[in-house]
């Protein structure tokens, strides 16, 4: 009996170091488990990090590109209409990017309205970490807005972006395209014929007919007038954005040098034929289209 007793103790003994060796164990294993996990994650957060980091680092190579270089003549010129501003003041002010200053996303990011402390205002595009668009997107320019220097050379200046700005500015004006517009019988672009009907002195007919209502005639022809400036096709020609906004918050008291006539005013050679037409009816042709350059 006393041998059976002793039988029964161990086995029951053995049981219990059993079941905690079974519990150690699966401590462990579970315990490891959370670590690798937890490592797993914090990995995978840092890796993130580091690529936003090397992205954010070559978007604002961008922007610095020119920064080691000294100013002088055109990089000059640059430094003066596009000044880099330091985080800390756009942070203050755009009250940290608060949502009580925002004007609004587009696919890079919020933009916030902003003012300096001299009381100058500012909008401030904060790149967002979310963005599905990357540096491809950030360097590509859009057909019709390119200035023919960089278009044809790759040559490129803040008058690139004058010349974009003239290209809108008659767009919105005409409510037109530039890209995809010509006219029938001569193969006119917007600004070729924007050009002609301003120096013929019928620079009304170019306004949107929705806007006529609304619009006040020596206004609308002034915008044309400063649109035209703007695509002249010497960069040197061209006004700084400065001098643009100082000509459209003018009153009229100042007068406005005469445009030369725009970038590939020569026109364009349709490849399809067109039926002639008794009308200038403006409209787009989807065919393949080249431009002819004669020197001035």
């Known amino acids: 009996i006393e041998n059976f007793c002793s039988y029964l103790g161990g086995e029951k003994h053995i049981k219990l170091n059993r079941i905690r060796i079974l519990i150690t164990s699966l401590s462990v294993i579970f315990g490891v488990a959370v670590v690798f996990i ?64 925002k004007l609004g996303e587009g696919g890079f990011g919020p933009v916030y309205k902003g003012t300096l402390a001299n009381g100058k205002e500012i909008a401030v595009k904060r790149l967002s970490r979310t963005s599905g668009q990357g540096l491809v997107e950030f360097k590509n320019e859009v057909l019709g807005y390119m200035a023919p220097e960089y278009a044809m050379e790759g040559l490129f200046s803040i008058k690139s972006d004058v010349f974009s700005f003239g290209v809108l500015l008659l767009e919105i004006i005409s409510g037109k395209k530039n890209n995809g517009f010509h006219l029938a019988k001569r193969g006119e672009s917007l600004l070729t014929f924007a050009w002609k009907l301003w120096s013929k002195g019928e620079g009304m007919e170019l306004i949107d007919q929705l806007l006529v209502p609304s619009c006040v005639a020596f206004e609308v022809l002034k915008c044309i007038h400063i649109g035209l400036l703007c695509v002249q096709e010497d960069p040197a020609d061209r006004p700084t954005m400065s001098s643009v906004i100082f000509m459209l918050a003018s009153d009229g008291s100042i007068k406005l040098p005469r445009p030369t006539e725009p970038a590939f005013s020569v026109g364009r050679v349709v490849t399809k034929s067109i039926e002639p037409i008794s009308s200038e009816e403006v409209f787009s042709v989807n065919e393949i289209t080249v431009s002819n350059f004669l020197p001035r």
């Open 38 to 101: 937890s490592g797993f994650f914090i990995w995978r957060r840092r890796n993130s990090q580091d690529k936003e980091n090397i992205h954010e680092v070559q978007l604002l190579d961008l922007e610095n590109e020119h920064s080691k270089e000294t100013f002088s003549g055109e990089n000059w010129e640059r430094s003066q209409e596009f000044p880099s501003i330091q985080l800390d003041i756009l942070h203050a002010a755009t009250n940290h990017f608060s949502d009580e200053n």
